[in-house]
């Protein structure tokens, strides 16, 4: 080991074969105390120690493995069809790696043909396209499995012009059957009204079980914005019509998208005929049918909004209610960007300014990375079953900063917080030291930063809330109750990552107990990186939940030119 390796080392424990770990894992004797450690353990024993570099690929943009471990999941390269290939396990091609004693090996050195290697891990399972229109694509974040592994949830855009001419000749919408809200956004040249398609897919089966369509409409399908999914609760948020539509998948053994309620415009069914008498009223009319943006009436849930606010600030005293009556306008005025399922049938939601909308549309549909100030957002927290808001946040407290520390678990997976009987396999800061510590020392940082203060950090920590479904690796190799990695790269949060540096390759894994290299990841050989120095890498990571298996994707200027194939081997020297 060189010198930058060295490290203050603990105490080596005692090394145990396979078949005392596998004994262990299997009786869950042992003497660590959390289960899921226990069953996590092996995976410091088994990791990927040897690599097939530039291995050559179909015409794919390789996006994820399926929860149950049989499938990956990509799109064509012109996003107008869904591939799904099965997986034949990491030792699928032992026998010709058993030639090597090397750590890693090129694709090109072991077979003339280029689709060898690919082929070898993985055979097609189906392919997926719709022939619906010939503008219809999909987008390639947008990916969310249902809680049985077997079916996924893509999404199709169909792009259109976005005057309003055009988007009554393609869609066929009268006029007052076009906006849901009072709240509504106009379409201009940022909010195009296009044509959006769900579709819910049986992997196992190869069929199609049941499909959305929402026309003239605007929804952020880039990493899944504007949906979320939790247990058999699939929730979309419509920009344009301010609406929240909740849907239940259920269903045997055939699953289908079954309407539950729209938030927006009423909170629950029952909400159109409490206010029907309205209708006759010179402000108002029947609000159960007609023309929804000629509306003079607060719609419900701004309306529920504003009444907890009002009760809160009542019980506070007159400061606080002067700080409600001077507020009113601009809480009227804020619109829905977002929103999130959590646990219990709760639903929370980001409200923020419409320019801030309109300036989130024209970066993502110019391609802008840029990070900006936070803007004014407002967090409520609905409950589905009872119609009723039960708090509301606001960006500059820490209340909202502090739950998203100490659970974790509720905002970034859900699924595995709700009792199921499974075991929570992930690491978050509400159950993990380091990633508590982690958690605290990011938020000292913003608080230190300028322009730093409580309240800049606050902002600043929970600008990204509410989270997109299913943005986190379902990998024992995140997990840093196992491991001490450079948390550049390694991350939690299944996200494109910029290279920035070659000193920084490869990168290290630690054993968290006693500092001690386990294996390394080189994710670029160091020729293609000098060849592209002055160009922007950036990289992708697709784990297997479970084998020690992970493909690495190095895209120079948003092109595909590297793709590796970590895993592992037995007799590497």
Request: hydrophobic share 40%.
């Amino acid at each position: 080991m060189d010198s930058s390796d060295e490290r203050t080392f603990r105490p080596m424990p005692k090394m145990k074969n396979i078949v005392e770990l596998l004994n262990e894992r299997s009786r869950g004797c042992s003497t660590c105390k959390h289960q899921a450690y226990v069953v996590r353990h092996f995976y410091k024993y088994t990791t990927p120690n040897f690599v097939i570099e530039q291995v050559k690929t179909p015409s794919v943009v390789i996006r994820r493995f399926s929860p149950d471990a049989r499938y990956l999941v990509a799109f064509d390269a012109r996003m107008n069809s869904v591939l799904v290939y099965r997986f034949k396990g990491s030792t699928a091609i032992a026998s010709e790696l058993s030639l090597y004693n090397a750590a890693c090996v090129d694709s090109s050195l072991l077979s003339n043909n280029e689709d060898y290697v690919f082929d070898k891990f993985f055979e097609p399972h189906w392919n997926f396209s719709s022939n619906l229109v010939a503008l219809q694509y999909f987008y390639q974040d947008f990916h969310l499995f249902v809680e049985n592994g077997n079916c996924l949830i893509v999404a199709s855009e169909n792009l259109r012009s976005n005057t309003l001419r055009s988007i009554q000749f393609h869609f066929n919408i009268p006029p007052n059957q076009r906006y849901r809200n009072n709240e509504s956004l106009e379409p201009n040249t940022v909010i195009r009204l296009d044509w959006y398609t769900f579709y819910l897919l049986d992997i196992d089966q190869k069929t199609v079980l049941d499909e959305l369509d929402f026309q003239a409409d605007k929804m952020i399908l880039n990493g899944s914005h504007c949906a979320s999914l939790i247990g058999n609760l699939f929730c979309l948020v419509s920009l344009v019509n301010q609406t929240i539509h909740i849907y239940r998948l259920i269903g045997a053994p055939t699953i289908k998208f079954f309407p539950f309620n729209s938030i927006g415009r009423f909170c629950l069914s029952t909400d159109s005929f409490l206010l029907s008498p309205l209708s006759g009223h010179k402000y108002g009319r029947d609000l159960s049918q007609g023309h929804a943006l000629q509306d003079h009436t607060i719609n419900c849930l701004k309306h529920r909004i504003l009444t907890f606010l009002y009760k809160r600030a009542l019980k506070t005293g007159i400061a606080s209610l002067n700080h409600f009556y001077s507020q009113f306008d601009f809480i009227l005025d804020l619109r829905m960007l977002k929103a999130q399922l959590v646990p219990d049938d709760r639903l929370l939601i980001k409200y923020t300014t419409e320019e801030c909308i309109h300036r989130l549309l024209f970066n993502i549909s110019n391609n802008i990375r840029t990070r900006t100030d936070p803007e004014p957002s407002l967090f409520v927290l609905f409950n589905l079953n009872s119609g009723e808001v039960e708090s509301v946040f606001s960006d500059s407290q820490s209340i909202l900063a502090r739950a998203y520390i100490d659970y974790q678990e509720y905002f970034l997976a859900p699924h595995m917080a709700m009792p199921v009987g499974a075991i929570n396999f992930n690491s978050f800061s509400s159950n993990n030291a380091e990633d508590r510590h982690t958690a605290q020392k990011q938020f000292e940082g913003l608080h230190k930063a300028r322009p730093g203060g409580l309240v800049g950090a606050n902002q600043r920590f929970v600008a990204h809330l509410p989270l997109n479904s299913q943005c986190t690796h379902d990998s024992p190799f995140v997990d840093p109750r196992l491991f001490l990695f450079d948390e550049k790269y390694i991350t939690l949060f299944d996200k494109t990552r910029l290279l920035q540096s070659s000193s920084e390759m490869p990168v290290k894994y630690y054993d968290r107990e006693t500092n001690r290299l386990l294996f390394k990841l080189n994710f670029l050989n160091r020729r293609l990186f000098f060849a592209s120095n002055n160009k922007n890498k950036f990289l992708q990571l697709v784990y297997h939940p479970v084998e020690p298996f992970l493909i690495s994707i190095v895209s120079l200027n948003g092109v595909e030119t590297c793709v590796n194939f970590h895993m592992r081997k037995t007799n590497v020297d």
